[in-house]
């Protein structure tokens, strides 16, 4: 991602009052979290060129994070697709435009993905590690 774009949930900024210097702050917090998460997760497998990508995900709630991944990714294919069990209408409507999306629950009033999964555990980074190791095998 390059280190100028970053993408702003100008809606949620305004209902909660955000501040500007707070959002500075967490915009360079965010950029060293994913310098930090590029290092560790950066494998062998990684040359995209003019490959089909398909991008998978638990689910779209806001479609901030996906939009993100979606843009960063489709400056290496022309065939990027997203799969996901559920997403708001909001975030589907928003990535559409994009790239090619498919989803098997598109809720018009989607608040979290978690409802709709009786466990919805986070996945640790060294699980994420060993699965990347894994495909190296």
Same mark, same amino acid.
């Given at each position: 991602?390059?280190?100028? /774009?970053?993408? =702003?949930?100008?809606?949620?900024? !305004?209902?909660?009052?955000?501040?500007?210097?707070?959002?500075?702050?967490?915009?360079? *917090?965010?950029? =060293? !979290?994913?310098?930090?998460?590029?290092?560790?997760?950066?494998?062998? *497998?990684?040359?995209?060129? +003019?490959?089909?990508?398909? &991008?998978?995900?638990?689910?779209?709630?806001?479609?901030?994070?996906? #939009?993100?991944? $979606?843009?960063? #990714? %489709?400056?290496? /294919?022309? +065939?990027?697709?997203? $799969?996901?069990?559920?997403? %708001?209408? *909001?975030?589907?409507?928003? #990535?559409?435009?994009?790239?090619?999306?498919?989803? #098997?629950?598109?809720?018009? +009033? &989607? /608040? %979290?993905?978690?409802?709709?999964?009786?466990?919805?555990?986070? /996945?640790?980074?060294?699980?994420?590690?060993? =699965?990347?190791?894994?495909?190296?095998?």
């Amino acid at each position: 991602m390059d280190k100028d /774009t970053y993408y =702003l949930n100008h809606e949620t900024i !305004e209902r909660l009052s955000i501040t500007q210097s707070y959002i500075k702050s967490e915009i360079q *917090h965010q950029l =060293l !979290e994913i310098d930090r998460r590029k290092k560790q997760f950066q494998t062998q *497998h990684q040359n995209f060129n +003019n490959q089909s990508i398909l &991008l998978v995900d638990d689910g779209i709630a806001t479609g901030y994070t996906m #939009l993100a991944a $979606a843009n960063y #990714l %489709s400056k290496y /294919t022309d +065939n990027l697709v997203i $799969a996901v069990p559920v997403a %708001s209408q *909001h975030a589907y409507l928003k #990535l559409k435009d994009i790239c090619r999306i498919e989803a #098997l629950i598109i809720d018009e +009033n &989607l /608040t %979290s993905v978690g409802a709709y999964y009786q466990s919805f555990p986070q /996945t640790e980074d060294s699980e994420v590690i060993k =699965l990347l190791n894994d495909i190296k095998d």
